[in-house]
């Protein structure tokens, strides 16, 4: 078993060396969920990501891969291809891992962390990347009642430094918190909401506090369907996003048997 976990994250890091934005979760939301992927299953995400802050950017298309290597960890690759005011290319590839804690039952919730590692392998004179590696930590809970699920994140990322014109640019850690739920309207749809806050990582620069609602459609066993749009909840869309969307699906398939 480890050996073959170990040759499984191998064949990631490769495919990230060959082909290596902001540490975000398991799309269509901001918030992350607590459970993995089946053990030696895959889930491959894709569809397209459109941001507008202080400039418009793109993400078409957005892909992740998860890998389950056990009953309680995953392994996550993701490489967004992006359009930002008239450039387009690859941007910061992102590995990480998560580990289930301790699994949901009927009297306690669920419990995971996971930690991610963003690549500096983007373009950053062509706003495609942010110069610099970040290290992101998250715990995230969960617990279900009937058709109501309620999610908890806390997350903390170590931002780098990038260099602009040979001079290290001051960047802060960011802090995050999020609420998200999942409302079951029948055994194949969910309709989703979130709400989350960080700081900036440019010393000085505003907050972000903003929303996102959206749904998750089981359109077959293995493929669902989502879909999520929200924007800023301070006035004058202060720390951003003016306007987010994102729409794709999730295809889930088995890649090793036991």
């Not at 053990?39 to 491959?44: A, I, L, M, Q, S």
């Not at 850690?173 to 989703?192: G, H, M, R």
Request: glycine letters at 8%; proline letters at 5%; a negative charge.
């Amino acid at each position: 078993m480890v050996r073959r976990s170990l040759v499984i994250f191998c064949v990631i890091s490769v495919f990230l060396a060959v082909f290596s934005s902001k540490v975000e979760a398991v799309p269509p939301l901001v918030s992350g969920d607590v459970p993995t992927a089946d053990k030696n299953h895959v889930e491959w995400f894709i569809g397209m990501r459109y941001q507008k802050t202080d400039s418009i950017e793109r993400q078409i298309p957005f892909t992740e891969l998860v890998y389950g290597i056990s009953e309680r960890q995953e392994l996550t690759l993701e490489i967004p291809y992006l359009s930002v005011d008239g450039n387009h290319g690859f941007g910061d590839a992102v590995l990480g891992t998560k580990f289930q804690f301790i699994k949901e039952a009927d009297r306690t919730p669920g419990v995971a962390g996971s930690f991610e590692i963003k690549l500096a392998n983007a373009s950053q004179t062509k706003e495609l990347g942010s110069g610099a590696k970040e290290y992101d930590f998250r715990l995230r809970s969960q617990k279900s009642w009937a058709w109501f699920t309620g999610l908890i994140n806390i997350g903390y990322t170590f931002v780098g430094e990038p260099k602009i014109d040979g001079v290290h640019e001051k960047r802060d850690n960011v802090l995050f918190t999020a609420l998200a739920q999942e409302f079951e309207v029948d055994p194949k749809i969910k309709i989703l909401l979130e709400i989350y806050w960080r700081n900036s990582d440019e010393p000085g620069g505003p907050d972000r506090f903003a929303y996102d609602v959206g749904f998750k459609y089981r359109l077959f066993p293995n493929l669902s369907l989502h879909s999520a749009i929200g924007k800023s909840l301070r006035n004058d869309n202060a720390g951003g996003p003016d306007l987010r969307v994102y729409a794709g699906m999730k295809i889930e398939f088995p890649v090793l048997k036991e």
